[in-house]
C-alpha cells in the first residue's frame, strides 16, 4: 500500500508526468481498475476496510481515539487459517500502530522500526535519518530493505501473506535528490530555494508559485516510492518468486492541492481525496494489462484476495470479490442497475457519499445538505447538481441512509465500547501522532 497516493498522479492512471515506471510496468503485466475507490479520505480507516471488507463504521477504527472492533476477523487471521505459513507486516505509519488492532493475524507486525528506532536507538536501523521528525523521515528504502530481507528467510518457507505500507508521499513533500528536482518545471525560481517544505506550503493561502513547487516535490515522493518499489520487484525476480507471488498494489487515500480550496487529505469526499489505484499481478494467473473499469473499491481488496488463492469469500465481508471481473468472466457492458460505492469521512461532520455509475451524492449526515455530481461530464465535482435534480437527489440519498442504517446496526455487533475501545498509546505513540497532526 502507498499512502496518500491520488490516482491521477500516476502515469498509467494518466498523468502527463513520468512518476511511476515501475507501477506502470505491473499494471502491463496485471490487471488495473481505472474506477477505484478508497473507503475514505484518510489512512487509518481505508486500511482497516481493506484489511477486513467492513465499512468504517463498521470495524470502528475511526479516529486516533478508538481502535478497532476486537471481534473483527482481518485478511491475515482468514489466510492463516488457510494455511497460511507466514504471515508478516512492515509499516511506516503510526496509524496503523499495532495498538489500534491493526496487528491482529499477523506473526510479525512491525510498526516500530522504522518510526522509533531514533528515539530508542535500540536498533541497528541505519537507513533512517535519525535527526528528522516522522513527517520528513524518508522510509520508503528502509521498507524495501526489511521487506527483501524478509522474503530471503522466508519466501519459500510455504504460503506467505506480505503486508507494506509505503509513507513517503505523505506530507511533508520532502523526496530524497534526485526526485527533490526531477519534477520541478522551474527548479531554479525564488520559491524553490527555501529548504522548509513544511505546512506553510501546504497552507490554502499558498501562491501560485508556491503550489506548482509543492506538487512536484508531492510527485518526486511517488516517484521515489515508485523507485523503491521497483527494487522490491526485482527481489522477488533475484529470489525466482515472481512467478508464483500475487502482487497487488493499492493506495489509502489521495491529496489535495486547492481542488476544493483545501490542501492535505482527510477533509472531504471528493475524488482528489478518494480515488485510489489498485493494480494486482500474478503471472501465469491473471491476464496481463487488462483494464477493468467496472468500479471497485478498499471493500472488495480482502474478498478478491481471499477468492485469488481459492478461499471461499465469507459472508462477513461487506465487499465482493472481483477476481471474475480481472479474468473477464463477467461482461464487461454496463450492468441493468451498477453497483453502488459507499464513502465514509469519520470527521466530525461525518460526511457520507454514494457513487452509483455517472453520478455522485455526498451528504453531510448532519445538516442534510447534500451535493450531486455527474461524474462523466464534470469528473472535478465542481457543479452541484443538487437543485437541478431533486428526483435523482432523492433516489441516491434513500440508498445512502439504508445504507448508513444497515452499517449502524452491524456496528452493534461488532462494536466495542468505553475503556475496551481506546487504545493504549504510549508516550512515543502519542508524540508521533501530534507530529502528524492526529492528535492535538
Ligand atoms: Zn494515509
Given at each position: 500500500m502507498?499512502?496518500t ?5 500516476v502515469?498509467?492512471y494518466g ?8 507501477l506502470d510496468?505491473?499494471a502491463r ?6 474506477n477505484f475507490?478508497t473507503?475514505?479520505p484518510w489512512?487509518?480507516?481505508s486500511?482497516m476496510?481493506m ?7 463498521v470495524h ?14 482481518t485478511l491475515?487471521e ?8 507466514r504471515?508478516a507486516?512492515?509499516?511506516s ?8 488492532g ?6 510479525l ?8 528506532a531514533h ?5 541497528a536501523?541505519?537507513?533512517v ?5 516522522i ?7 528502509t521498507v524495501t530493505?526489511m521487506?527483501?530481507?524478509w ?8 504460503p506467505?501473506?506480505?503486508f ?7 506530507d511533508?513533500?520532502v523526496p530524497p535528490s534526485?526526485?527533490d ?8 525560481a525564488e520559491s524553490?530555494?527555501?529548504t ?10 499558498v ?20 523507485h523503491?518499489?521497483?527494487q522490491?520487484?526485482?527481489?522477488l525476480?533475484t529470489?525466482t ?7 497487488l ?6 491529496e489535495?492541492?486547492?481542488d476544493?480550496?483545501?490542501?492535505r487529505h482527510g477533509?472531504t469526499?471528493?475524488g482528489?481525496?478518494?480515488r485510489g489505484i489498485?493494480?494486482?499481478r ?18 472488495d481488496v480482502?474478498p478478491t484476495?481471499?477468492d485469488?488463492?481459492?478461499e ?9 470479490s ?11 457492458r454496463r450492468a441493468?442497475e ?10 466530525k ?7 452509483l ?11 442534510r445538505?447534500e451535493e450531486l455530481?455527474?461524474?462523466?461530464a464534470?469528473p472535478g ?5 443538487a437543485?437541478k ?7 441516491l440519498?434513500g440508498i445512502?441512509d ?8 452491524l456496528a ?6 468505553g475503556?475496551?475501545a ?18 492535538q
Amino acid at each position: 500500500m502507498i499512502d496518500t497516493l491520488r490516482a491521477d498522479h500516476v502515469g498509467c492512471y494518466g498523468y502527463d508526468k513520468p512518476t511511476t515506471p515501475n507501477l506502470d510496468r505491473l499494471a502491463r503485466e496485471g490487471v488495473r481498475f481505472t474506477n477505484f475507490h478508497t473507503a475514505s479520505p484518510w489512512t487509518m480507516p481505508s486500511v482497516m476496510t481493506m484489511l477486513t471488507s467492513l465499512h468504517p463504521t463498521v470495524h470502528g477504527a475511526t479516529s486516533a481515539q478508538r481502535r478497532a472492533s476486537l471481534k473483527v476477523r482481518t485478511l491475515a487471521e482468514r489466510l492463516k487459517d488457510s494455511g497460511y505459513a507466514r504471515t508478516a507486516a512492515i509499516t511506516s505509519n503510526p496509524m496503523v500502530n499495532s495498538r489500534y488492532g491493526f496487528a491482529q493475524g499477523f506473526d510479525l507486525y512491525d510498526d516500530y522500526t522504522i518510526f522509533f528506532a531514533h528515539e530508542l536507538n535500540l536498533f541497528a536501523v541505519d537507513d533512517v535519518d535519525h535527526r528528522k521528525s516522522i513527517t520528513e523521515a524518508v522510509t520508503s528504502q528502509t521498507v524495501t530493505r526489511m521487506a527483501s530481507e524478509w522474503l530471503g528467510k522466508h519466501g519459500r518457507d510455504g504460503p506467505w501473506f506480505l503486508f507494506l505500507l509505503y509513507f513517503d508521499p505523505h506530507d511533508r513533500y520532502v523526496p530524497p535528490s534526485p526526485w527533490d528536482r526531477k519534477f520541478d518545471p522551474h527548479p531554479g525560481a525564488e520559491s524553490r530555494k527555501r529548504t522548509d517544505t513544511g505546512p506553510h506550503l501546504l497552507h490554502p493561502r499558498v501562491t501560485p508559485d508556491e503550489l506548482e513547487h509543492a506538487i512536484a516535490l508531492y510527485d518526486g515522493e511517488i516517484g521515489y516510492t515508485d523507485h523503491c518499489i521497483g527494487q522490491l520487484l526485482a527481489k522477488l525476480e533475484t529470489l525466482t518468486l515472481r512467478d508464483n507471488t500475487l502482487v497487488l498494489v493499492t493506495s489509502d487515500h489521495g491529496e489535495e492541492f486547492l481542488d476544493h480550496g483545501g490542501v492535505r487529505h482527510g477533509h472531504t469526499l471528493y475524488g482528489e481525496l478518494t480515488r485510489g489505484i489498485l493494480i494486482l499481478r500474478h503471472p501465469g494467473r491473471l491476464p496481463a494489462g487488462k483494464v477493468v473499469a467496472a468500479p471497485a473499491y478498499h471493500l472488495d481488496v480482502t474478498p478478491t484476495l481471499l477468492d485469488c488463492t481459492g478461499e471461499k469469500t465469507d459472508p462477513e465481508c461487506q465487499g465482493a470479490s472481483r477476481l471474475a471481473a480481472m479474468l473477464g468472466k463477467t461482461p464487461e457492458r454496463r450492468a441493468p442497475e451498477p453497483e453502488p460505492i459507499f464513502l465514509e469521512a469519520t470527521t466530525k461532520e461525518a460526511p457520507r457519499a454514494l457513487v452509483l455509475g455517472r453520478h455522485k451524492l455526498i451528504l453531510d449526515t448532519a445538516s442534510r445538505q447534500e451535493e450531486l455530481y455527474d461524474l462523466k461530464a464534470d469528473p472535478g465535482e465542481k457543479t452541484n447538481l443538487a437543485a437541478k435534480h431533486p428526483d435523482l437527489s432523492a433516489k441516491l440519498r434513500g440508498i445512502l441512509d439504508a445504507h448508513v442504517s444497515q452499517c449502524a446496526a452491524l456496528a452493534k455487533k461488532y462494536h466495542i465500547e468505553g475503556d475496551a475501545a481506546r487504545p493504549q498509546l504510549t508516550r512515543q505513540d502519542i508524540d508521533a501522532l501530534r507530529q502528524l497532526g492526529y492528535l492535538q
